[in-house]
């Protein structure tokens, strides 16, 4: 560079690049020919691109002729994952590009319809990524991406929802491509989001850039400074923007989808991982196809039309709540052991007990405890348990009662109250009931209350956070990581079970005649005969 200070020298790794006039370019690559093999690099001028423009092409050829230098020439180039050259070549390098992730586009749209949460993974974590590396690289790239936000609205998303382009409105696609907070799926619009990503990738690279062209020494720490605050100022921005959208369609919608669209952003954690059979994260197709469809308010296909354990109308509602064949009572225990096991996976499975006493008695509750009524206890008396039993959860020595309800927030029962508040009103019964009686014996209460979609009341989220808390401490990890792992567990063992109710069924066993006796038996082995 103090040989050369007119030819700007950019370096990723070992991916070396000179900019500037064709002379003083090809004394630096002979400069750098000479001196990088004692470093153990050696740059081969076979391999080397001279890009310009067609006009000044032959003035180049004859400066590094003369230093006996036999490079390539273009009119441009990939580099880094973007391009440098003219627009046409440019148009020309983007185009195979996306037709490949049209291509990929349509493959997953073919393997969501056996494995959708695999698919809906591999898009949202891996394919657009592609496409949005390119846009912080490339400026004006989006006018090149309609093909694929054609084929995510044409192949991917009717796919995912299993339903047809058609049936897809354009405020649903516009809250897909929402982050999961927000309400959406993180099915980002490539042609939307292209300009964004260039800015904002242009701003965390000020002072790599002010370095470059100012040919002084990178502050490091600067660098990642700036890095941070563009991350930072474009995430705020977006959530800003996608949180007003959503607001905006909740104050149009009915009272239904209004209470929905309040809570969405508060459920789906479990739309944000990996799936991973060795961490029991994947769900079946019906659970995926179920829980995407009610997230965003529709009818999962393919029920029955009457319910097989009460021969009511089988509608959402009736079926997140009908008790008949045990399924309620399994989809509590399936969040019980879920939320056991990772108190246990934060402590020790000896701290953690399952189906404790709260208070034991015959005719008392735990409001109506009086020392008599102590003193009256036998094994025949009434009793009630707790779920979860976990010793040291909040403070050493002392042992923490929590207790499980998954409620439906839509139900008719609680029309006309937030989502919020019939949380809180059931975690407030929870207490009203048990918290006196646990702390009569110094222990604490927790009522751990979630919606059928996920969204946890304000006990639940403490417990999330705490059990975290001592994840990351015990794992060496970091506690946003941890927060996020718990989130998405206990979500995910709430919303798998709806496909349980949903379809699962009520019917304890076949019907078969009762037979008590030799004359009944007798009687249908008679009516085989005849």
């Known amino acids: 560079r103090k040989e050369y200070p007119q030819v700007m020298q950019p370096w990723y790794a070992d991916d070396a690049a000179m900019m500037g006039q064709a002379r003083p370019v090809a004394g630096c690559f002979m400069r750098l020919q000479a001196i990088g093999p004692d470093f153990g690099y050696y740059p081969e001028a076979e391999k080397s691109y001279f890009i310009c423009p067609l006009a000044d092409e032959a003035a180049a050829k ?46 997953l749209a073919r393997v969501a319809t056996r494995y959708p949460q695999s698919a809906f993974a591999g898009f949202t974590q891996s394919l657009q990524s592609e496409w949005q590396y390119l846009s912080r690289c490339v400026p004006g790239v989006g006018k090149h991406l309609q093909p ?109 989808a209004k209470r929905r669209l309040k809570r969405i952003g508060f459920t789906g954690a479990c739309w ?27 009818k999962p296909v393919g029920l029955c039309e009457r319910c097989d354990g009460c021969n009511a109308p089988f509608t959402v509602e009736h079926a997140l709540g009908c008790k008949k064949g045990g399924l309620v009572v399994q989809r509590h225990d399936d969040t019980r052991d879920e939320a056991g096991a990772l108190a246990a996976l934060a402590l020790t499975e000896s701290r953690v007990t399952y189906e404790p006493f709260i208070f034991h008695g015959r005719g008392v509750s735990a ?31 002392q042992t923490c009662i929590l207790d499980i309800r998954i409620t439906d927030t839509d139900a008719r029962a609680h029309f006309g109250q937030s989502s919020e508040k019939v949380l809180e009103k059931a975690a407030k019964e929870k207490k009203k009931k048990y918290n006196d009686a646990c702390l009569a014996r110094r222990r604490t209460f927790c009522p751990l209350v979630y919606s059928v979609d996920g969204m946890a009341c304000k006990e639940a989220l403490a417990f999330e956070k705490r059990v975290a ?14 927060v996020g792992f718990v989130r998405q567990r206990m979500c995910l063992a709430v919303v798998r079970s709806n496909t349980l109710l949903l379809r699962g069924d009520r019917v304890s066993r076949a019907w078969r005649p009762d037979i008590e006796d030799g004359a009944a038996f007798n009687a249908i082995r008679g009516l085989r005969e005849w």
């Open 367 to 397: 409001t109506l405890r009086t020392d008599e009524a102590r003193e009256s206890e036998d094994n025949g008396g009434d009793d009630a348990r707790g779920d979860v039993a976990v010793h040291g959860l909040w403070e050493r020595g």
């Open 62 to 107: 004859t400066v590094f002729e003369e230093m006996e230098l036999e490079i390539q020439y273009s009119r441009g180039e990939r580099y880094v994952g973007g391009f440098v050259g003219s627009t046409a070549m440019q148009d020309r390098w983007i185009e195979p590009k996306v037709e490949g992730w049209v291509m990929g586009v349509k493959s």
């Open 469 to 482: 808390g001592l994840l990351a401490k015990k794992m060496d990890r970091r506690y946003s990581e941890m």
């Open 148 to 256: 694929v936000e054609d084929a995510i609205r044409e192949y991917l998303i009717p796919a995912l929802f299993q339903t047809t382009p058609d049936k897809v409105p354009e405020d649903m696609r516009q809250l897909l491509t929402h982050g999961v907070k927000q309400g959406g799926l993180n099915i980002r619009d490539p042609v939307a989001a292209a300009d964004g990503l260039n800015e904002s990738s242009m701003e965390a690279c000020t002072a790599l850039v002010t370095s470059l062209t100012q040919d002084s020494r990178l502050d490091a720490q600067g660098h990642a400074q700036c890095v941070r605050q563009a991350s930072t100022k474009a995430r705020k921005e977006r959530v800003k923007e996608e949180t007003a959208t959503v607001e905006a369609q909740a104050e149009a919608a009915r009272p239904a």
């Open 272 to 298: 944000s991982l990996v799936p991973n059979r060795l961490n029991s994260t994947t769900m079946s197709k019906e659970e995926f196809f179920d829980n995407a469809r009610l997230r965003y308010g529709w």
